[in-house]
């Protein structure tokens, strides 16, 4: 399931429901992307805005969903990632797998993660104390997402 | 009247995220629209002309020479990153 929410979320209830949801899960593996408190730019972080492209955004991730799904042996996939105007500290993306067995779970939530990270279309922008700065994916992020074609 | 969007950068770049603009008989494909726009504000050409920028035209993504009309939306995309 993918969600992009317009207003704060809770993580903790976001994987209880996942879990409920899939009770015949082995593995489940979540992660939750926040807000960090420094801004690129050295400065302190005010507001992190992130922008979508309603519809287009929802199938680009629907997109990276399929890749795991092809890749890895997983029963099901929750996505919810964020938009509007985000303080540090609150969560941008969480992501669930679950799987019969571990590794196939931990390795797609992994894999899910890097391609948010680069093909997920949403665009980010830093509010500091010193200024305004668009983000774009950083060349770690893409040698992260480049991992996976080895 | 054609429906443009401008998404990150890209809108800030044009003034904002969303213009409606009649393309007329000169404007048969992406490159000419950006061609018109780059003669009204050459920096936002220069943008829009970017190798990291996609097209998306009615949602599907298309190369430069993709033709339009005004009952199109045409969309553009600087480098994503969710996450």
């Known amino acids: 399931m993918i969600t992009i929410a317009e207003s704060a979320f809770d993580p903790a209830r976001a994987l209880e429901a996942f879990r409920a949801a899939n009770p015949g899960c082995g593995a489940i593996v979540s992660f939750v992307g926040g807000v960090r408190a420094r801004a690129y730019d050295g400065g302190s972080l005010e507001t992190l805005r992130l922008e979508h492209f309603p519809g287009v955004t929802e199938r680009s991730i629907a997109a990276i969903v399929d890749a795991a799904c092809t890749r890895w042996e997983i029963s099901a996939v929750s996505i919810v990632h964020r938009v509007g105007d985000l303080a540090p500290g609150e969560a941008v993306v969480f992501v669930a797998v679950g799987a019969p067995h571990r590794r196939a779970a931990l390795e797609a939530a992994d894999f899910v993660m890097d391609y948010l990270k680069t093909e997920a279309l949403f665009w980010k922008k830093e509010i500091s104390d010193r200024g305004e700065t668009w983000i774009d994916p950083r060349g770690d992020d893409y040698k992260d997402a480049a991992r996976w074609n080895d | ?83």
Request: proline share 4%; aromatic share 6%.
């Open chain 2, 1 to 83: 009247m054609a429906r443009l969007l401008f998404f990150g950068r890209l809108a800030d770049r044009a003034g904002g995220r969303r213009r409606e603009r009649s393309l007329g008989d000169d404007v048969l494909s992406v490159a000419d629209l950006i061609a018109a726009l780059a003669a009204e504000d050459a920096a936002l050409g220069d943008a829009l002309r970017d190798i990291s920028v996609k097209y998306v035209v009615n949602e599907t993504v298309v190369g430069v020479d993709y033709p339009i009309g005004d009952d199109d939306e045409i969309a553009f995309l600087p480098p994503a990153s969710g996450g």
